[in-house]
């Protein structure tokens, strides 16, 4: 089990930048792939970025790349996603997540491998 509190949320304007942390408690950190997801208001929840145990290889969704960026430290049990250049469409609630699976590109992007799920943080872009 772990245990996955996100923060970083909040009000900005359109082509701000704003740093998510995820600060992960329980099982060993380093045994985990670790993704961030969104949802915004009346939409299904979409996969954003992902990293696999060591950190070496990381996934976007094309929607987010070369704007968005994920990120891990597993000496403090963090994951982050660096995000710049945001845009009103961006606007949704956050949720990181943890999965003790191999990722490959396919399996980081589905929330079904994904047992471990944060409260979500929220993440507002005014136009």
């Known amino acids: 089990q772990v245990q996955l509190v996100e923060s970083g949320g909040g009000l900005v304007q359109a082509g701000d930048s704003l740093r998510l942390s995820c600060a992960a408690s329980?099982?060993?950190?380093?045994?985990?792939?670790l993704g961030w997801f969104r949802q915004a208001p009346g939409k299904e929840r979409e996969f954003v970025a992902a990293v696999t145990r060591s950190g070496g290889v990381r996934y976007s969704a094309n929607s987010v790349k070369g704007r968005f960026t994920i990120s891990r430290d597993n000496t403090e049990n963090m994951v982050y996603l660096q995000m710049n250049s945001l845009k009103p469409e961006d606007t949704a609630v956050y949720y990181c997540?943890?999965?003790?699976?191999?990722?490959?590109?396919?399996?980081?992007?589905?929330?079904?491998?994904?047992?471990?799920w944060g409260q979500g943080t929220q993440v507002t872009v005014s136009s």
């Open positions: 997540a943890a999965a003790e699976v191999i990722f490959t590109d396919a399996r980081s992007r589905n929330p079904g491998y994904y047992p471990y």
């Open positions: 329980g099982r060993t950190f380093s045994t985990f792939g």
